[in-house]
C-alpha cells in the first residue's frame, strides 16, 4: 500500500475512534510459538528474542531451534505478516542462507547477534549478521587475505543486499570504509541497526592506535550489489564530535532509533540516540535528534543529563539516561534517574544458556556480581513538536525497578559469539517502546507506551530481589496517567497461548504453565498493536513464543 494513502487511512481511523475509550484487544494472538516447525528444518522454534515490527502488523524476529543430531542449532531472522491471515513464517535469512554480496568465498550466515528491525511505515528490515569470512583478495602478488565477518544486512528492494560490512580496508570496497577514517574497517556494529526508508542507521565500532572508537552513522541504500556505493555519513562519535552545548567529546554513543516525522507533513528521515561523555557515570550529554541530510547532520537536545525531572516538587535534575530509545516519529521514549540513593544488588551468574558463557561467569563472579541500582528512576516520553517531556511510571510509587540485568557478549577464545562481539559482562537495560498512534492520530499530543517492570523488596541476605513480579504494562499520557498490565510473572499462561500446559499432566487435565519471563524490545509497539515475547513454565517443561496484542 502507498505509504500516504496508509496514514490517510490511520488518521481517517482515528476520528472514528476518538469518542472511544481506549481498552486492551479481546485476546492474543500467536505470531509463532514452540509447536511451529522452523521454515525449511525439521525441528520446532525453542527460543526467541523480542519482536520488531511496523503499522501493518509484519513482524520480523530473531529466532533459534533446540540442538539436533549435530548439536548445532537453528538460528535466523524470521518474518510473519499478521494482516494476511493465514500467512506463514518465512526466513529472512539463517544458517542455509549465502551471504550478499560481496561474497567470493560462498559463505552462508551462522548467526543474527541481535534483534532485527522493521520500518515502522514501510516493509523494510535490517539485521546484523555473522559469518565466516566472505572475500578473498590478494595484498602485492601472493599474500592472500580473507576479510568480512560481520555486516548488517537488508531488503529495502525485495532481495537481501550488504547495507553495511567490515570490508572497509579492502580496495574494492571504500564505501564500507569508517566515514572520515581514511581505509579503515569497523570493527563490530554494536546493538541493532535502525531502519527508515531505505536507510539505515547504525552504531560502529573501529580502532586506531590508541584506542577504540565507536560511533553512529548512516547510509542511504540504492538498489545495486552491496547497496551502491555511496559511503556512510557520521552523525557522531568519540573520536571527533563534540556534545552539543559543551567542549567535551562524546565519550559513548549508543544504537539509534529511527523514523519518518514529523507530522503532519512526514518530511523527513530522523533519528534519535542517547551519547554521554561516560557512559558509566555521565556527567554531560543525552538524547539527541537528527535529521538524516547532509554530511554534517546537525544534532538538536531532547532531554540532556542535567534536564529537570518531569512532575518533581524537589527541584530534581536526570543524572542518569538510558540508552536504547524508542521513536515513533514524533515521541521518544526512555529511561531516566535522579538522586542519590541506591539498591545493592548481587548478581548470581545463569543457570540456563550458553554453557561457554555461564563458566566464564563462574569464573569471573563465583560469589556473585555487586552493583546497584537508582532508587528513584522511571519511564518517560517526549514530544518532539511541543518539546514536552512527561513521565509515565517511577519508582518507588509505581514499581520498584525498571533495569533488569544479564550477562551477555563474547567469550574468550570461543569466536564471535552473541551480541555485540564486545567481551561477556553483566549489562544493563530497561525496555520502553512508545506509538502516538493507538488513536489513529499523530498531529495530538496523546501517546501510549509499553514497558517493562518490576515488584519486590531486596532480600538483606542475598542482595536480590524475593520472589519479583515482572511484567509488560501499558501507559498512557500526556493525561490522565493510566497503567494496565499486560502480561507478569505468575499469570495463567494459557491467557496469552492456549497451548502453554504442563504436557506431564495426563491429558484429561490440562494444567496451565505460569508466565515466568517476558520481553518487548523499542520497535515492539507500532500503530496499536503490541508484540512481544512470553515464556510459560520452566526450561524442562515449559512453553514460550512470540504473540501479538491489539490496543484499541
Given amino acids: 500500500m502507498n505509504i500516504f494513502r496508509l496514514r490517510s487511512l490511520l488518521l481517517v481511523l482515528g476520528v472514528l475512534l476518538l469518542s472511544s475509550a481506549v481498552a486492551l484487544g479481546d485476546e492474543w494472538q500467536v505470531v509463532v510459538n514452540n509447536g511451529d516447525l522452523i521454515p525449511g528444518d525439521s525441528r520446532n522454534f525453542n527460543s526467541y528474542n523480542p519482536p520488531s515490527l511496523n503499522v501493518t502488523q509484519k513482524i520480523v524476529f530473531r529466532a533459534r531451534s533446540k540442538g539436533g543430531s549435530s548439536g548445532q542449532p537453528a ?60 572475500w578473498r583478495y590478494f595484498i602485492g602478488l601472493s599474500i592472500e587475505t580473507r576479510a568480512g565477518t560481520t555486516g548488517i544486512y537488508a531488503d529495502p528492494f525485495g532481495s537481501l543486499i550488504t547495507g553495511a560490512s567490515n570490508l572497509g580496508e579492502v580496495p574494492e570496497f571504500p564505501f564500507f570504509a569508517v566515514p572520515g577514517m581514511g581505509a579503515l574497517k569497523y570493527d563490530v556494529f554494536p546493538g541493532a541497526p535502525a531502519v527508515v526508508d531505505k536507510t539505515i542507521v547504525y552504531k560502529g565500532n573501529f580502532s ?110 536526570f543524572n542518569r539516561l538510558g540508552e536504547g530509545v524508542s521513536f515513533d516519529g514524533r515521541f521518544v521514549a526512555f529511561w531516566g534517574a535522579w538522586g542519590s540513593k541506591s539498591k545493592k544488588l548481587i548478581l548470581q551468574c545463569p ?158 487435565d490440562s494444567t496451565p504453565l505460569p508466565v515466568t519471563e517476558m520481553g518487548i524490545e523499542r520497535d515492539g509497539f507500532r500503530g496499536n498493536s503490541i508484540a512481544v515475547t512470553v515464556t510459560m513454565g520452566t526450561e524442562e517443561v515449559g512453553w514460550a513464543g512470540i504473540y501479538l496484542l491489539t490496543v484499541r
Fill in 351 to 508: 543457570d540456563h544458556g550458553n554453557r561457554d558463557r555461564i563458566r566464564y561467569c563462574r569464573k569471573l563472579y563465583p560469589n556473585g556480581f555487586q552493583t546497584s541500582v537508582p532508587v528513584f528512576q522511571g519511564i518517560f516520553v517526549h514530544d518532539i513538536l511541543t518539546g514536552q517531556t512527561t513521565a509515565v511510571a517511577k519508582s518507588p510509587d509505581d514499581f520498584d525497578d525498571f533495569v533488569f540485568w544479564n550477562f551477555s557478549g563474547r567469550v574468550p577464545g570461543t569466536g564471535g559469539g552473541d551480541d555485540d562481539g564486545e567481551l561477556a559482562r553483566w549489562r544493563s537495560s530497561a525496555f520502553v517502546a512508545v506509538s502516538g498512534l493507538v488513536d489513529g492520530i499523530h498531529t495530538d499530543p496523546g501517546y501510549h507506551v509499553a514497558f517493562k517492570s518490576r515488584t519486590g523488596i531486596v532480600d538483606p541476605k542475598t542482595r536480590y530481589y524475593a520472589n519479583p513480579i515482572d511484567g509488560i504494562y501499558l501507559g498512557n499520557g500526556p493525561k490522565p496517567r493510566l497503567i494496565n498490565t499486560l502480561v507478569e510473572t505468575g499469570m495463567d499462561g494459557t491467557l496469552i497461548d492456549p497451548e502453554a500446559v504442563d504436557p506431564e499432566v495426563s491429558s484429561g
Fill in 208 to 317: 586506531v592506535d590508541d584506542g577504540s572508537r565507536t560511533g553512529v552513522y548512516y547510509r542511504d541504500l540504492q538498489d545495486a550489489p552491496a547497496g551502491g556505493e555511496s559511503p556512510a555519513v557520521l552523525i557522531a562519535n568519540n573520536d571527533q564530535t563534540l556534545i552539543p552545548g559543551t567542549d567535551i567529546l562524546f565519550g559513548s554513543t549508543a544504537p539509534p532509533s529511527a523514523a519518518i516525522g514529523p507530522p503532519p507533513t512526514y518530511d523527513h528521515q530522523l533519528v534519535v540516540f542517547a551519547g554521554f561523555d561516560n557512559e558509566d557515570n555521565p556527567t554531560a550529554g543525552g538524547i539527541y535528534l537528527t535529521p538524516l541530510t547532509g554530511l554534517s547532520p546537525p544534532m538538536l537536545p531532547l532531554v540532556e543529563i542535567g534536564s529537570p525531572v518531569p512532575g518533581d516538587t524537589n527541584g530534581n535534575v
Fill in 75 to 134: 538460528h535466523g531472522v524470521f518474518v510473519r505478516e499478521m494482516l494476511k491471515g493465514g500467512a506463514p513464517v518465512i526466513a529472512m535469512f539463517d544458517r542455509n542462507t549465502a551471504v550478499p554480496y560481496p561474497n567470493n568465498l560462498n559463505s552462508t550466515f551462522i548467526e543474527p547477534p541481535s534483534f532485527p528491525r522493521v520500518d515502522i511505515w514501510g516493509d523494510m528490515m535490517a539485521s546484523r549478521g555473522v559469518h565466516s569470512p566472505v
